[in-house]
């Protein structure tokens, strides 16, 4: 697939823009449909915690963190609702005429947890967190992009970008830009305190967390109805399947394939099995050998069969993936993408104008990535090796995976939940800085990168991003084998919306917000 049409045009600025301040000022009405019951405590056993975990955003990987920090105890700018759309949390609307200045209107009335009233000064040095140099940022690649943030009111904070991107609003709820106290900024990253619905009560990092909802909280009686929640660290997943089968907690997530028919058969629970943009695979890191040759990354691309994958790993729970993480999800995913396939043949051929006689690499996985990866890895081994192709693999314990493996290991197992929209998730994972880097098709990537973000004719950008996924597909570092449904056990002593989130795990990590005891 070539990019066939002019992708510099004009675009229609008034109804796209007229569009996103719309989506930020109706989020503000949406209450529940039916009347949900105050009280009682959520207790969740939760993968994805670690020894490491601090409620400083900035080294938020893992589902654990994720659900304690913006799912209950701080809140961002915006917020993705469940089904998809987006309104506002800690501000009220936002607005533009050219996407590049933005204005966004705070929430008045909110305070801290420290009784600190909340304010433009808050947000300004919160974003500034994620510049630090000293303090590595998932959120580095957003926050990179805005040029000045400046208080331009009581309640307002004004935003200009180095470049028109129609997607800022969306940006601003990622789960790293929480919103922190500026005078206390220390103490409420070593304490937990936000604006959030739930204040903390106690806090073992890698082991448990609990909190108590706030009485007089902005958000009302639309959300929070548990009156405490108890999260508890569990990365084994027959452990918290057991847990959840024993009625000693009311809700788990990632249930392992193997478990879901037991968990959807039992009499006290039910299974959310939930389509989404959640992807698993295995990254490469470009820049170091052998990954730097492009023919070397093609092997390994053709040396996988993602249809075992799929059929093996994930029981069929989820469909194949063609190493770009833009999804079924997403707006403009590429459908008519044609699909990389397993094929040993290819990928010996790809071997040898690398000019190796065999190609040999360590993959280092953990269950920490996902349940599974160490399995997984070793059938992608099996599979490449007719194409000349030697994978060793090393598995490492979940607890510190992330913070210790996956940074330096330069080929590993990796995990991502997907993003709403598509300049999000690339410039998050996709940007020159982060995962990738090849030359000219690279170049070339980061110019569709930053022409797409400030391109707002639908059209014109569906164009973008389909090139850009095909980029991918070819030349990009990171294998995508399979996207999976998020699998998660709930006791029927819980109730849930009709519609959950896919954005992350566990309803968007808010299952403290918009679930209720009945």
Request: hydrophobic share 40%.
């Amino acid at each position: 697939m070539g990019l066939d049409r002019k992708v510099d045009g004009t675009p229609n600025r008034r109804r796209l823009l007229q569009g996103a301040v719309a989506a930020g000022v109706l989020g503000l009405t949406g209450l529940p449909l039916r009347a949900q019951t105050r009280g009682g405590t959520l207790t969740a056993a939760l993968g994805g915690a670690h020894s490491c975990d601090t409620w400083d955003s900035r080294t938020h990987v893992d589902l654990f963190m994720m659900a304690a920090a913006q799912g209950a105890v701080f809140d961002s700018l915006t917020e993705i609702a469940a089904d998809g759309s987006l309104k506002g949390e800690l501000a009220e609307s936002w607005d533009s005429s050219d996407a590049q200045t933005w204005v966004f209107n705070l929430r008045r009335g909110v305070t801290f947890h420290n009784g600190q009233a909340f304010g433009p000064d808050d947000v300004i040095a919160s974003l500034h967190l994620h510049l630090d140099d000293d303090v590595p940022s998932p959120a580095r690649p957003i926050v990179q992009n805005i040029a000045m943030m400046a208080r331009s009111g009581p309640h307002q904070v004004t935003f200009t970008l180095t470049a028109p991107n129609a997607d800022f609003p969306y940006l601003l709820s990622d789960y790293h830009l929480l919103i922190y106290p500026a005078d206390h900024m220390a103490d409420a990253m070593v304490h937990g305190i936000g604006t959030g619905l739930y204040r903390v009560e106690t806090f073992h990092p890698g082991r448990r967390m609990t909190a108590l909802r706030v009485t007089d909280h902005y958000k009302g009686d639309a959300a929070g109805w548990f009156d405490r929640i108890d999260y508890i660290a569990m990365n084994d997943s027959r452990a918290r399947t057991e847990a959840l089968r024993a009625g000693r907690v009311d809700a788990i997530n990632r249930v392992n394939v193997r478990d879901t028919a037991a968990v959807a058969a039992h009499p006290r629970l039910r299974l959310q099995n939930i389509p989404g943009n959640q992807h698993y695979g295995f990254a490469m890191q470009t820049r170091a050998a052998p990954f730097a040759d492009v023919d070397v990354r093609l092997a390994l691309k053709y040396g996988i069969d993602r249809q075992d994958f799929v059929d093996r790993f994930l029981l069929g729970h989820g469909q194949v993936g063609n190493d770009t993480p833009i999804g079924r999800a997403n707006q403009f995913y590429a459908a008519d993408l044609d699909q990389i396939a397993y094929d040993p043949d290819r990928a010996a051929f790809h071997r040898k104008r690398a000019g190796l006689d065999r190609l040999a690499v360590t993959l280092h996985t953990s269950d920490g990535a996902f349940d599974g990866a160490g399995h997984a890895a070793a059938a992608f081994a099996d599979a490449a090796r007719p194409a000349g192709i030697d994978i060793d693999v090393i598995d490492s314990a979940p607890d510190g995976y992330w913070a210790q493996v996956w940074p330096t290991a330069t080929f590993r197992a990796t995990h991502w939940a997907g993003r709403a929209t598509e300049d999000w998730m690339l410039s998050t994972a996709d940007a020159a800085d982060v995962l990738w880097h090849d030359g000219d098709s690279n170049a070339r990537f980061q110019a569709l990168l930053l022409q797409g973000r400030s391109e707002l004719d639908s059209d014109i950008r569906r164009d973008i991003y389909a090139y850009m996924q095909q980029i991918l597909r070819d030349t990009g570092g990171t294998i995508i084998p399979a996207f999976a449904n998020h699998l998660q056990g709930v006791a029927n002593r819980i109730g849930t919306p009709s519609q959950i989130g896919n954005l992350w795990q566990m309803d968007d990590a808010r299952m403290a917000e918009r679930w209720w005891r009945v």
